[in-house]
């Protein structure tokens, strides 16, 4: 996945407004996707799988939520018992 557009230039080829991209990814305020939008805040992590979602994968949650990108990193149960 690639983080090469903006949640800016995904709303506006989406041709969402503000408060309708924030409802889209489940924001009730606009302000605060505002500021998640100009980087100056981090979305939850439902909130930025949303965007990734909204994206078609083109914004990569992990690079949204510090959380998501732990959890993409960290080795999973199923990988733990294919290494034994």
Do not use: Q, W
């Not at 969402?16 to 924001?27: D, H, Q, V």
Request: a negative charge.
């Amino acid at each position: 996945m690639s983080n090469h557009l903006s949640i800016r230039d995904l709303r506006d080829e989406l041709g969402l407004s503000l408060a309708e991209f924030a409802k889209a990814a489940g924001i009730a305020s606009k302000g605060r996707m505002s500021e998640i939008e100009r980087g100056e805040a981090t979305p939850p992590l439902h909130v930025a799988l949303a965007i990734e979602r909204i994206s078609g994968g083109r914004i990569d949650a992990a690079h949204l939520n510090a959380d998501v990108k732990a959890a993409r990193l960290s080795p999973t149960k199923a990988d733990a018992s294919e290494a034994a």
